[in-house]
């Protein structure tokens, strides 16, 4: 009996460090797959899989599937599952440190909340990323879907390549260890065509981090710092925008009708 409790200690340990909250409900596992919908002729990439509970529905829906998960406690379960699934590789690595493939791949994932900033700039910055499907804290699904009516910096930053979705929601009883709060289901994908031309982008890009940093007090006024006030008036009044508007209230939609509008020519 003694290594058994020795192994429950290291399980535990493990869960605190990795902030690993395993899905333990058939139903949220089904839940997520639904939404995840993977392409069947392409390569899945799963992060923090755990001892496979998604693995195995995620395996029977894909080409291929490379589980990571950097636990070797968890991972040991982990291989074990993948030895038996012929399209399924267990990486005990760290998904964060490792390269995008160059092929079209997704990702899918029950990723620990406290990594679930660096698991989505990976994916942005992935330039094969065709999709991930992310259980994460509600409130941040939330948040980056423009759910609470307000929409963040990263969202409309990328916006026109990429579509951001809450798709989803997971009580907190789904989980072991039970979480403080819910979770939600992010999905995150690339647009087969960019909203804006690609050689605009940069120029998009330093009109919404002007806007965001708030000098000045408004939209406006950050805005009139770098564009002449009348044609900012108009464009504001085109897009039904109050100059007092607070910025994170644009929609994204909105941040692209004030771009094209200032920057044409």
């Known amino acids: 009996m003694a290594p058994r409790r020795t192994r429950a200690t290291e399980r535990d340990r493990s869960r605190r460090v990795l902030s690993q909250n395993f899905l333990a409900d058939p139903a949220a596992i089904a839940r997520l797959v639904r939404a995840a919908r993977p392409d069947p002729d392409r390569l899945v990439l799963e992060v923090g899989a755990g001892r496979g509970q998604l693995t195995r529905p995620l395996a029977a829906r894909c080409r291929r599937l490379i589980a990571y998960e950097v636990d070797p406690v968890a991972g040991a379960d982990l291989a074990a599952v993948c030895a038996a699934l012929p399209t399924a590789t267990h990486r005990q690595a760290d998904f964060l440190a490792s390269d995008p493939p160059p092929e079209p791949f ?12 660096a698991v989505v700039r990976w994916c942005l910055a992935a330039p094969t990323l065709r999709a991930a499907t992310l259980l994460t804290q509600l409130e941040y699904a939330r948040r980056r879907s423009g759910d609470y009516g307000r929409w963040t910096r990263l969202t409309v ?9 809450l798709v989803g929601r997971v009580p907190r009883t789904a989980f072991r260890p039970v979480p403080r709060v819910d979770a939600g289901v992010l999905r995150l994908e690339r647009r087969s065509e960019p909203l804006l031309p690609p050689a605009a982008l ?43 508007t607070p910025v994170g209230h644009v929609w994204p939609e909105q941040w692209l009708v004030l771009f094209r509008l200032l920057h044409a020519r």
């Open 106 to 117: 997704e990702v899918v994932g029950n990723i620990p909340w406290s990594l679930t900033s």
């Open 202 to 244: 940069p120029a998009y890009r330093r009109m919404v981090a002007t806007g965001f940093d708030g000098v000045g007090g408004s939209l406006a006024a950050s805005l009139a710092r770098h564009h002449p006030r009348a044609r900012l008036a108009a464009a504001l009044r085109a897009t039904r925008l109050d100059p007092a």
């Open 157 to 165: 930053l990328t916006w026109p390549e990429f579509g951001w979705r």
